[in-house]
């Protein structure tokens, strides 16, 4: 059984940032390949960012691009989302998602969620 845990989320002002950090247990971390997703109030799911296993390919939203950051330590067992100049249309819960499979390799596309573990989530809230 693996179990994905976010955390890191909370209230910032516009302009602001916030780091989100996620990591799993029951499995092998270095196996996984990770996702950021967030679902805005009264909105679907979306990608917000991915990263391979070993980290050497990432990729991001358009609307992450240039304000987000994720990267992973595989000795620590943790994936992090940097978010910087946070705007409110970021306001979402944000969670972390990970698969053994093939992801985020030669494309990305936020729609695609055929991730295999997902966590509850952590809520980013920015104010205007």
């Known amino acids: 059984q693996v179990e994905v845990v976010e955390s890191g989320g909370g209230l910032v002002q516009a302009g602001g940032s916030l780091r989100l950090s996620c990591t799993t247990s029951?499995?092998?971390?270095?196996?996984?390949?990770m996702g950021w997703f967030r679902q805005p109030p009264g909105k679907d799911r979306e990608g917000v960012a991915c990263i391979r296993w070993n980290g050497d390919t990432t990729y991001y939203a358009d609307s992450a691009k240039g304000r987000f950051t994720v990267a992973r330590d595989n000795a620590k067992k943790i994936v992090t989302l940097q978010m910087d100049n946070l705007k409110p249309e970021d306001t979402a819960r944000y969670f972390c998602?990970?698969?053994?499979?093939?992801?985020?390799?030669?494309?990305?596309?936020?729609?695609?969620?055929?991730?295999?573990?997902w966590g509850k989530g952590t809520q980013v809230t920015v104010s205007s």
């Open positions: 998602a990970a698969t053994p499979f093939d992801y985020c390799r030669r494309s990305y596309s936020p729609q695609d969620q055929t991730m295999d573990y």
């Open positions: 029951g499995g092998h971390f270095e196996d996984f390949n």
